[in-house]
């Protein structure tokens, strides 16, 4: 479920996409265009008999076909809604389905009478009843929208035409007409219910447009506030999860219309609520500010002692330790989500013999990176650097040979340097999990923000040889002229296997291969020649594609796609 809210003269629009995943789209129109541009235009009157025939201005992003208007049919009224079909979908079928459609649709009215509407107008506030159409009714449209869509809500339809054009004037949802058997039907129809809420609460009541991610996190954690995901299997909650693992390092607050934008959003809001309650929720949706700024405040009124930085570096210790045993908030009290565990970037150490590795990564502002070390021979070094002035928060747990843990956080002086010593590390523990966010920016965005890299060096061997290696590592520094990181011009085929911490021109090719596969292969895009932790993650994606066993790990398998590829 997406939302998309603005204030006259914006025109917007949300989407979901099918299955839970959700898109969205600003519009932007100036009020003397739009009337130069659609001046004369006009709709129906409003259909008020079964059976009755309306065009209805929809979304031509989100419609399958691309177009701006829909011809469709009412085929129910019922105390609550307005159902009308695509007129073509609803010609084509049988008299028996027809009453089929007509009594599901007749069920999912009752269950927004008896369910949905109380609770979420009991957390969240109401809509605008009776509305611009003076009329306390909502009318659905079901029409063919875009593939994985699963519904929208139009802002524009808020207005009168005098002021956006193509409004339908009246409160109105969007759902897929290829869904209108779905059992799941009531968990869209609640998400995007949710976005005419919140259109209600934050732009037409507080005269502000909410961000993004905040917004389309309240509408999908509404199948939660609804008890939809208190059966997990098949469950939005389910979904949400497996997005998330497969992609966990996506930003929070960055909208880029995927399904991990949503997924994110949903785990993070699950915590919150568990911590802080629903009221945060609430609070932040009637506030005048937006995004983070209307989360500190509603955090400052029901907690008194946390602001959303706090929660988000709680959240992402939660998701490596989540054990509520030790009476500590690194844990989800949802039942569905108390198993929830991150798998962190494994980073090997050799066992025998002094090393050192460096790690370069790249991260954006408020997401999780998760990186586990372990291996290794007598002490270990780590030392982090990100960039100066820009704001780092840097957890790290260290488990014992008993698997006991211990939180701490890596002090950073003015240039966001810091280092973590630990003795006899394969004597004395198990392994070393480092939790580095970036957390500068404060208002979110719909467009992909900048990355920004960070860097940690591991040591391990006596004292004496980490002096050396250090010491050696600032030579080299000094003495390289080049950036080992440039993608080359032409592309060879790789014949080297390649891992976690390589850094050459055939990381490059690859990584060219793996942008070339898309963003839901390798989002990032980055050819740096540096294989880091977001290469290490599309390469799973990619060998998942091509049903390769998905280890991160290029090999015999993996090369050979990759060059095929490379052709």
């Not at 932007?28 to 009337?35: G, M, V, Y």
């Not at 790690?359 to 372990?374: E, F, P, S, V």
Request: proline content about 3%; charged content about 20%.
């Amino acid at each position: 479920m997406t939302i998309d809210q603005k204030t006259f003269p914006i025109k917007t629009a949300s989407r979901s996409e099918a299955f839970f995943s959700h898109k969205k789209i600003y519009r932007f129109l100036s009020l003397a265009a739009a009337i130069f541009l659609f001046a004369g235009f006009g709709l129906q009157a409003s259909a008020a008999a079964v059976g009755d025939m309306m065009n209805f201005n929809v979304d031509h992003n989100f419609d399958a076909t691309g177009r701006q208007k829909v011809q469709s049919t009412l085929v129910q009224s019922t105390s609550h809604f307005y159902f009308y079909v695509e007129t073509e979908f609803w010609n084509a079928q049988t008299p028996s389905k027809k009453i089929e459609i007509v009594n599901n649709l007749s069920s999912l009215s009752d269950e927004f009478g008896s369910n949905i509407y109380s609770k979420l107008t009991s957390t969240y506030g109401f809509e605008w009843n009776p509305g611009i159409d003076s009329d306390s009714k909502i009318t659905v449209l079901f029409e063919s929208t875009a593939n994985s869509l699963g519904g929208y809500f139009r802002s524009n339809d808020e207005y009168s035409r005098l002021q956006v054009p193509d409004s339908n004037e009246r409160e109105m949802l969007y759902l897929p007409v290829a869904q209108i058997d779905n059992p799941n039907l009531k968990v869209f129809l609640a998400h995007e219910f949710t976005h005419l809420i919140i259109f209600n609460q934050k732009d037409r009541l507080q005269g502000v447009s909410e961000e993004t991610w905040l917004n389309e996190g309240r509408a999908d954690f509404s199948s939660t506030i609804l008890g939809y995901d208190d059966v997990y299997e098949g469950s939005n909650l389910q979904r949400r999860v497996e997005d998330f693992l497969n992609q966990p390092n996506d930003s929070l607050i960055e909208w880029r219309n995927t399904k991990y934008d949503y997924s994110s959003v949903n785990l993070f809001l699950h915590y919150l609520v568990d911590r802080y309650g629903i009221s945060v929720l609430t609070d932040s949706l009637k506030s005048k500010s937006a995004g983070i700024a209307s989360l500190n405040e509603a955090l400052l009124k029901n907690s008194g002692r946390v602001d959303f930085a706090r929660v988000f570096t709680d959240w992402t210790i939660a998701m490596a330790i989540n054990n509520c045993a030790s009476s500590t908030p690194y844990c989800y009290l949802t039942k569905n989500l108390s198993s929830l565990k991150i798998s962190p970037s494994l980073i090997f150490l050799p066992l025998a013999g002094d090393s050192s590795l460096s790690l370069n990564n790249n991260t954006k502002d408020w997401a999780g990176n998760w990186q586990k070390i372990i291996g290794g021979k007598g002490d270990l070094k780590l030392q982090f650097s990100g960039v100066e002035g820009l704001v780092y928060q840097v957890p790290y747990i260290t488990y014992d040979k008993a698997n006991n843990y211990t939180l701490k956080f890596l002090v950073l002086d003015s240039k966001n340097k810091g280092e973590i010593s630990l003795k006899d590390f394969d004597v004395n523990y198990n392994s070393l999990v480092i939790l580095p966010s970036l957390q500068s920016k404060i208002s979110g965005s719909d467009e992909s923000g900048p990355v920004s890299p960070y860097k940690f060096t591991i040591s391990v061997g006596t004292a004496q040889s980490l002096d050396q290696i250090e010491a050696l590592q600032k030579q080299l520094a000094q003495l390289q002229g080049q950036n080992p990181g440039q993608s080359p011009t032409v592309c060879a085929p790789i014949l080297a296997n390649l891992y976690l911490g390589v850094s050459n021109n055939q990381v490059a090719c690859l990584q060219q291969v793996l942008k070339n596969e898309g963003a839901d292969i390798y989002p990032e895009g980055l050819v740096t020649g540096y294989f880091g932790n977001l290469t290490r993650s599309a390469v799973v994606r990619f060998q998942k594609k091509y049903s390769i066993l998905a280890t991160g790990f290029v090999g015999p398998l993996t090369r050979a796609k990759v060059n095929q590829l490379l052709k």
